[in-house]
């Protein structure tokens, strides 16, 4: 298991403040960020190529904190693979190793275990220059894993590749992680590639880490205005706590000329009291377009209106939706081939209760109200 314990670091004008997280052995978590959140940076303490001014970190319940990197046992492949050009992919692989430890007699079996697991073995004798990008990446991992690391690091591994090699690579690594059971953390940008290989999500933003949890819950219940916005939901609503008692809280939407009750076990763990300003959210995905005899909760509520826009994407449609006698849009993603019927149409959606999240306002952050 990896535990960080309130790591903390200064350079230049970044501070990362207090970050305490723990991945379980063999488990594979993402952290997100926008750039210049400290991802890297964090990737780096872990690593050890830098020393965080205070706070421990632990593989294993051993303190890495102040051992060395080369006697971290950690496998890193850093966004810059730093292949090295004179040496065959099978030598590179083997240079995994031997920057490590003293050379083995197995170690020759375990380097062709790792070109067999990632689908090298027609390359393995050709020199980098010679490798397509997606290609380069496979070496880069198979050397990261070479010495049997107890963690694997990965700094935005598929950043460089286009669309067809990442998805490849995806369905390579995941089985690659799950075969060798080794612990992951992986940096990316995309929130598609964090939600498929990360159980569970960091969020960090200016050197903060707002929120840790399984996928589902992160991406469905940001726990902060900054993560919503972070993760791209565009229907962020200010409301204000017009009640609060044992069961949750009861909010006004002035936007939306709504009043709703949010239950507390949707609230997060955020201390909310009656009169606080708050802004709920909702994406897109989980409102509902609502057809004439489908049966809803009578609970949820329902607004009319009319679609003022409609995007096409490759799986689905996106749907501006402005409802009358208000100035707000919301947003609604649904099946693709719905656009036909819903042109210029009067319709009506439904708020799925359950599906809102409830973050609070500091002051100094901005909504439209
Ligand atoms: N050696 C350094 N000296 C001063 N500032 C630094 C140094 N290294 C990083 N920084 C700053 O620290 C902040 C965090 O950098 P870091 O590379 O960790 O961010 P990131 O989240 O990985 O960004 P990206 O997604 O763009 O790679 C940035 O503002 C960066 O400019």
Redesign the pocket.
């Known amino acids: 298991m990896l535990k960080l314990e309130g790591i903390t670091l200064r350079?230049?004008?970044?501070t990362l403040n207090p970050l305490s997280l723990e991945i379980h052995s063999g488990e594979c978590h993402a952290l997100l960020?926008?750039?210049?959140?400290?991802?890297?940076?964090?990737l780096e303490l872990i690593v050890g190529f830098r020393r965080p001014a205070a706070g421990r970190i632990f593989l294993n319940g051993k303190d890495l904190t102040q051992v060395p990197v080369e006697r971290r046992d950690v496998g890193y492949l850093p966004?810059q693979l730093a292949i090295f050009p004179h040496l065959s992919v099978k030598e590179n692989i083997m240079y995994g190793i031997r920057c490590r430890r003293k050379p083995h007699g197995n170690d020759w079996a375990v380097v062709e275990s790792l070109i067999d697991a990632l689908d090298l073995g027609d390359l393995k004798d050709r020199m980098p220059a010679n490798l397509s990008g997606g290609e380069r990446q496979r070496v880069a991992l198979a050397r990261a894993l070479a010495p049997s690391p107890k963690l694997l690091i990965l700094d935005?591994p598929f950043s460089a590749l286009n669309e067809t090699f990442r998805r490849e690579l995806w369905g390579l690594l995941k089985s690659i992680q799950q075969r060798y059971h080794v612990t992951t953390l992986m940096?990316t940008?995309d929130l598609e590639e964090a939600f498929f290989f990360g159980e569970k999500i960091h969020i960090?933003i200016h050197?903060t880490l707002h929120q840790s949890g399984p996928r589902r819950e992160v991406f469905d219940r940001p726990a902060t205005l900054e993560a919503a916005r972070f993760l791209g939901i565009p229907n962020l609503f200010p409301a204000m706590v017009i009640d609060k008692h044992d069961h949750g809280i009861v909010v006004g939407l002035k936007s939306l000329g709504l009043q709703l009750s949010i239950d507390r076990n949707t609230l997060g763990n955020a201390e909310i009291k009656k009169g606080d300003s708050v802004v709920l959210g909702i994406r897109p995905e989980n409102v509902v377009l609502h057809l004439s005899g489908q049966p809803c909760s009578q609970n949820d509520p329902r607004l009319k209106g009319e679609v003022v826009e409609m995007v096409e994407g490759i799986h689905d449609l996106s749907i501006s939706f402005k409802p009358y006698d208000s100035d707000a849009v919301i947003k609604v993603t649904t099946e693709r081939h719905r656009s036909e019927t819903l042109h210029h149409k009067k319709i009506e959606i439904i708020l799925p209760i359950d599906r809102f999240f409830c973050v609070p306002l500091n002051r100094n952050d901005c909504t439209e109200e």
């Open positions: 350079t230049g004008s970044f960020g926008p750039s210049g959140a400290g991802k890297s940076t964090v966004q935005e940096v940008h960090l050197g």
